[in-house]
């Protein structure tokens, strides 16, 4: 919708707009907003049946029971490029290093992979999940660490007291729930003052998105752009402390075709380099020409006193 009004009919007053930048414009012609619709049931809804919430919730927790569970022991075997395992330890880092005291909440904790990893370093960490599957999952894979626990709950009406946890984060999952900033909101409810929230979000206007939407056999993308990700945690009333930016290109998937030169696997190989202590992905992706196109943003952001 535009922001400028209709003159009159009378009126002789003419408004020009400033045109888009080219770029702009093609991402916003190439990829569209999320329509909060599990993709199996895309068409159902492009045709005015809108679904609630609950009907959202239940269909995405079905494509994780289905399709996600029964390959995670085939994806723990499988062995990790260098990049993933930068990806996560820089992940691993930010949350300690936002760290202080108190509780932690791994918001969609999944299968507990963050969990065990996280809890020797704190005093107590809990994990909430919308899939009863990964909880139990998560709850087989650090039963013999104390200090965690694990729960189901939905990340928009979290299970937790206000102001009772220190730290918040969640990694590769916002993007799959669509309202984010209900969570957001949440994350913010349940922080004590002083606490910090470390969310990944995905980007909208990325060719990630592209090729996301190029496997209809996914969970449905929700993602966002990503002004509309920094004003949700401002208006949560979260300070942000910090924003980095990953994945300008895909680094997956073989479609679409017409993307093909963007996506061989050799992209990955300079982009996981380091210099000076970050990856060519995140420098390049910094950049500001280019970080409202990058897929992959981690904002670190803290609850006032």
Not at 21 to 39: D, E, L, W
Not at 170 to 186: A, K
Not at 205 to 224: E, F, G, K, Q, W
Request: aromatic residues 10%.
């Amino acid at each position: 919708m535009s922001n400028f009004q209709s003159a009159p009919p009378s009126s002789n007053i003419q408004i020009q707009q400033k045109a888009e930048p080219p770029i702009i414009r093609f991402a916003r012609n190439a990829v569209q907003p999320c329509n909060t619709k599990p993709r199996f049931e895309f068409m159902q809804y492009q045709k005015g049946e809108k679904p609630s919430e609950a009907e959202i919730e239940r269909e995405q927790q079905e494509w994780f029971r289905t399709c996600y569970v029964p390959i995670l022991d085939t994806l723990a075997a499988s062995p990790r490029s260098d990049y993933a395992a930068k990806m996560t330890t820089l992940r691993l880092n930010l949350v300690l290093g936002s760290y202080d005291h108190g509780s932690v909440l791994d918001l969609c904790c999944g299968p507990g992979d963050f969990l065990k990893d996280v809890a020797p370093h704190v005093e107590r960490v809990i994990g909430v999940d919308f899939s009863p599957e990964l909880v139990d999952i998560a709850r087989q894979r650090t039963s013999a660490q104390t200090n965690v626990s694990c729960c189901i709950g939905s990340a928009r009406t979290l299970p937790l007291k206000s102001a009772s946890v220190a730290l918040v984060f969640s990694f590769s999952s916002l993007y799959y729930i669509p309202h984010s900033e209900d969570v957001v909101t949440e994350c913010a409810r349940v922080l004590e003052p002083g606490g910090a929230a470390v969310l990944e979000f995905g980007i909208l206007y990325s060719l990630n998105t592209l090729v996301c939407r190029s496997y209809p056999d996914l969970a449905s993308p929700c993602h966002i752009p990503l002004s509309t990700a920094l004003r949700m945690v401002k208006q949560a009333g979260l300070t942000i402390e910090s924003d980095r930016a990953f994945q300008l290109l895909p680094l997956w998937g073989s479609k679409p075709t017409w993307l093909r030169p963007l996506l061989h696997p050799y992209w990955r190989l300079i982009l996981e380099r380091d210099v000076r202590g970050q990856t060519v992905d995140e420098l390049v992706s910094s950049l500001r020409v280019f970080r409202h196109f990058s897929f992959r943003h981690i904002i670190v952001c803290k609850k006032p006193f």
